[in-house]
C-alpha cells in the first residue's frame, strides 16, 4: 500500500494531524490600516476580507500551509498570505516583537522564565496589548528517524539506541546495540554522520523530548529548541533532509513528508511492544494518548513520548498557530480569523492528507474553530 494510502486510511481510522508554508515574506510587518477593512463572502459562505497577512515560523508546517494558502485563495482572493518557514523559534520571536501577524510553532508558548527572559506567553501577551496570545493545534505530523544507508531497507530503533545515537555514545553503524535490534541485516562498519537543525526548532524540541521520554537516561539534556547532542547542523527541515540524502551512512530527525519527499529511509520504532512503521494508523495510536493542557481557549496539548500502547508510532509533534486572542487592528483580525478558520475547516484539513500530514482528531477540530472564533 503506498504511504499517501496509508495516510488516507489511518486519517479515516483515528483522525489526526497536519500543516506548513508559501512564499517567503519579509520582516517587516503591513502598516496598520493598509489592509482593507471591506469583505466579500466566498462561494463557501466564508467571509473573505482585502488585505495582506504575514506570518512565519515553523518549517515542519511549511508544505501542509502553502496547499492551505492556495486552497483558500481559490475562495477569497483578494487575500495574500505569506509565510516565512525560519523555524518556530524565530517566528515566535518575529511575533512577540510584533513583525507578524500570527506565528507557527511546533511547541506551545512556554510559561516560564528562561535566561533572564520573560515567559513566550508573557511577551505574547503583551504584543496583544495585554491579552493572551492562543496556542492553536492545526497540524499535527509524526518525526521520522530518516537514514541513508545502503542495503539497509528495513532499520529499527528503540528509545534508548535512538538516545545514543544522537547523543554521539554509539558512534558506528554496526555498534551491538544496532545489531541486536536488526538481526540478520548487515550493518557497515563505518562512523554514523547524524544531522541535526542548527536553527532554533519545534521539532528539535519535540524530538528531544522523545529522547528524554524513551531513553532510559541516555539522553541527559533537557528537551530544548537548540539542538545539545552530537553532530553536523544544518538550517531547517529541507536542510537536515537534503544532509541526509547526499551523505552515505547518515541519519536525522525529521518530520516525515521531508523524508518521503526526499525518498530516505525510515526508521521503525519498538517501545517494548515489537517494531513499528510509521504510517497514519500508528501515529494517530500515539496521539490518542495527547490530553489539551491549557485553559479557555489556548488549545495547548501534552503528548505521551513514552507510550507503550501496542501499535503506536510515538514520535510526533503539534504545530500550533500562535494568535492573539485580543489586541491586532480590526483589519488584521478579520484576516487572521478568515484564514485560520478556513485552515481548521474540513475543506482546509481534508487539503493535507496528501501530503503526509492529516486532519486533526474531530473533538480537537471543533474546539479550535470555537477558539478562532472567539478572536476579537
Known amino acids: ?15 489526526s494531524l497536519g500543516v506548513l508554508a508559501l512564499s517567503a515574506c519579509g520582516s517587516d510587518p503591513e502598516p496598520a490600516g493598509s ?7 466566498s462561494s463557501a459562505g466564508a467571509e473573505c476580507p482585502k488585505g495582506t497577512l504575514n506570518a512565519e ?15 483558500y485563495n481559490e475562495k477569497c482572493a483578494d487575500v495574500t498570505v505569506n509565510y516565512n518557514p525560519t523555524g518556530s523559534g524565530a517566528g515566535i520571536k518575529q511575533f512577540n516583537a510584533g513583525q507578524v501577524d500570527f506565528a507557527g510553532s511546533d511547541s506551545a508558548l512556554k510559561t516560564e522564565p528562561k535566561d533572564g527572559a520573560p515567559a513566550e506567553s508573557e511577551a505574547a501577551a503583551k504584543r496583544c496589548q495585554a491579552n493572551p496570545a492562543l496556542n492553536l493545534p492545526m497540524v499535527i505530523g509524526p518525526i521520522a528517524i530518516a537514514y541513508n544507508l545502503d542495503g539497509v531497507s528495513k532499520l529499527v530503533l528503540d528509545g534508548p539506541t535512538a538516545a545514543k545515537i544522537f547523543a554521539g555514545t554509539i558512534k558506528t553503524w554496526n555498534d551491538p546495540a544496532i545489531a541486536k535490534l536488526n538481526a540478520g541485516v548487515t550493518l557497515p562498519s563505518a562512523p554514523i554522520s547524524v ?3 542548527s536553527d532554533e526548532s519545534g521539532t528539535t524540541e519535540n524530538f528531544t523530548k522523545y529522547l528524554k521520554a524513551a531513553g532510559g537516561g541516555a539522553w541527559t539534556k533537557e528537551p530544548a529548541k537548540k539542538w545539545a547532542g552530537t553532530g553536523a547542523g544544518k538550517e531547517k527541515s529541507a536542510g537536515v533532509a537534503e544532509g541526509v540524502k547526499s551523505t552515505k ?12 519527499d526526499n525518498k530516505l529511509g525510515v526508521a521503525q520504532i519498538d517501545a517494548g511492544a515489537g517494531p513499528v512503521e510509521l504510517s497514519a ?6 496521539l490518542a494518548a495527547a490530553k489539551v493542557t491549557g485553559t479557555g481557549n489556548d488549545l495547548a496539548m501534552k503528548l505521551d513520548y513514552a507510550t507503550k500502547a501496542p501499535g503506536a508510532y510515538p514520535i510526533i509533534l503539534v504545530t500550533y498557530e500562535i494568535a492573539c486572542s485580543k489586541g491586532l487592528p480590526a483589519e488584521k483580525t478579520a484576516l487572521v480569523k478568515s484564514f485560520l478558520s478556513y485552515f481548521v475547516s474540513k475543506d482546509g484539513q481534508a487539503s493535507l492528507t496528501d501530503l503526509n500530514y492529516a486532519p486533526l482528531p474531530a473533538e480537537i477540530q471543533t474546539k479550535v474553530e470555537a477558539a478562532i472564533q472567539a478572536i476579537s
Not at 489592509?35 to 463572502?41: E, G, V
Not at 515560523?57 to 486552497?71: D, T
Request: glycine share 6%; proline share 2%.
Open 281 to 286: 494508523d500508528s501515529a494517530g495510536k500515539a
Open 1 to 15: 500500500m503506498s504511504v499517501n494510502r496509508l495516510f488516507r486510511v489511518g486519517s479515516v481510522a483515528v483522525a
Open 195 to 197: 544531522f541535526f537543525r
Open 57 to 71: 515560523g515553523s518549517s515542519a508546517q511549511k508544505n501542509a500551509i502553502e496547499e492551505v494558502i492556495s486552497k
Open 35 to 41: 489592509s482593507s477593512p471591506d469583505s466579500s463572502t
Open 249 to 260: 551512512n547518515a541519519i536525522t530527525y525529521v518530520e516525515w513528508s521531508y523524508a518521503v
